[in-house]
């Protein structure tokens, strides 16, 4: 029933910036942890950041300090703000909800980031 929309990912030179977003539908964002996960070729989906409905966040270690992870509960949006990008970030990126009562998980189609050296 929730359905995730995810966008903005493009190829861009190492060190630039890139800000994915992901749109979901429904009315209850507000009880859905989002998160951003990535997979690259040959490897596992990996998780980047997760952001609860009250803003506590959580990130991986290849990702602090660079990127950042927020969201928007009246435009039932999650975004994910990247910087210094290295060609290692280069995957999939794929948005991710969980009801925080079902427990049901959510993904939205993915969308690709190539960072060129």
């Known amino acids: 029933q929730v359905q995730l929309v995810e966008s903005g990912g493009e190829s861009v030179q190492a060190g630039g910036s890139l800000r994915l977003s992901c749109v979901t539908s429904g009315s209850i964002f507000s009880i859905l942890t989002m998160g951003w996960y990535r997979q690259a070729p040959g490897k596992q989906r990996e998780l980047v950041a997760t952001i609860r409905s009250g803003g506590f966040t959580n990130y991986a270690d290849s990702v602090k300090d660079r990127f950042l992870i927020s969201r928007d509960n009246s435009l039932k949006t999650v975004y994910l703000q990247m910087h210094s990008l290295k060609p290692e970030d280069t995957a999939v990126y794929y948005c991710?909800?969980?009801?925080?009562?079902?427990?049901?998980?959510?993904w939205g189609q993915g969308t690709q980031v190539t960072v060129s050296s």
């Open positions: 991710n909800a969980k009801h925080q009562v079902t427990g049901n998980n959510y």
